[in-house]
Nanobody, 124 residues
Framework: QVHLVESGGGLVQTGGSLRLSCAAS????????MGWFRQAPGNEREFVAA????????YYADSMKGRFIISRDNAKNTVYLQMNNLKPEDTAVYYC?????????????????WGQGTQVTVSP
C-alpha cells in the first residue's frame, strides 16, 4: 500500500514556474515507478511525465518536453515535477501516481495508486 500526497500547486502567471511535490508513505517507495498526470475540466486525464524506480529513465509527453522535469529523491520518498514556462493550457489538477510495473508509462490505467491532486492555474 502506498499513500500519495501532492503539494505545490497554485496560481502563477504565464511564463512562470512551479515545483510540485508528491510525498509517498511506505518503505517500498523506491521500488515504484512514478508518474504525473493532469486533468482539466471536461478533459480526460492526460499523461505528463514518468520516472523509473531508480530515476535512471524519464519520460515526457511531447508538449512538456523541454519545459517540465521529473525527478525523485528515494531517501525522502518524494517525486517532483518542476514546471517552467507555464502556459494557460497547463491549467489542470495534477496527480501523481505509483505502480511497480506500470508498463507503458503514459497509460493512467496502469497505475494502481493515486494522490488526491493539486490545482495548478496559469493566468494569461
Amino acid at each position: 500500500q502506498v499513500h500519495l500526497v501532492e503539494s505545490g500547486g497554485g496560481l502563477v502567471q504565464t511564463g512562470g514556474s512551479l515545483r510540485l511535490s508528491c510525498a509517498a508513505s511506505g518503505r517500498t517507495f523506491p521500488t515504484y515507478a512514478m508518474g504525473w498526470f493532469r486533468q482539466a475540466p471536461g478533459n480526460e486525464r492526460e499523461f505528463v511525465a514518468a520516472i523509473t524506480w531508480s530515476g535512471s529513465s524519464t519520460y515526457y509527453a511531447d508538449s512538456m518536453k523541454g519545459r517540465f522535469i521529473i525527478s525523485r529523491d528515494n531517501a525522502k520518498n518524494t517525486v517532483y515535477l518542476q514546471m517552467n514556462n507555464l502556459k494557460p493550457e497547463d491549467t489542470a489538477v495534477y496527480y501523481c501516481a505509483a505502480d511497480k510495473q506500470p508498463g507503458p508509462y503514459y497509460l493512467a490505467s496502469n497505475y494502481r495508486y493515486w494522490g488526491q491532486g493539486t490545482q495548478v492555474t496559469v493566468s494569461p
